[in-house]
């Protein structure tokens, strides 16, 4: 059974930093690509960022591109969101997702899902 585990989240002054991780058990995270998604209270789920299982190569939604940076530890069975110069717009709750068989930003693409981890970033 596979299991994702985010941790990381917290509350941060806008213009601070927050680095995300997301442990796997039940599975080997070199198998699989790798997202992070987020949802504000009232909203859809949104997608922030991708990277593939075997090129490594990243996406990034347009508002997260040079702030955020997603990155995969296949040894250590992790992948990582560092964010930097956060803004308030940036608070939600934040889900690492794995496996996708479809577009890597549609939600729907995406097998496997964590719990999630709050981020709130105050003005």
């Known amino acids: 059974q596979v299991q994702l585990v985010e941790s990381g989240g917290g509350l941060v002054q806008a213009g601070g930093s927050l680095r995300l991780s997301c442990a796997a058990s039940g599975t080997r995270f070199s198998d699989y690509s790798v997202a992070w998604f987020r949802q504000a209270p009232g909203k859809a789920r949104e997608f922030v960022a991708a990277i593939n299982w075997n090129d490594f190569g990243t996406r990034y939604t347009e508002s997260a591109k040079g702030r955020f940076t997603i990155s995969k530890n296949n040894a250590e069975n992790t992948a990582s969101l560092q964010m930097s110069s956060l803004k308030p717009e940036d608070t939600a709750i934040y889900y690492c997702?794995?496996?996708?068989?479809?577009?890597?930003?549609?939600?729907?693409?995406?097998?496997?899902w964590g719990q999630g981890t709050q981020v709130t970033v105050s003005s």
């Open positions: 997702a794995a496996y996708s068989t479809g577009r890597a930003e549609w939600a729907d693409s995406w097998h496997y």
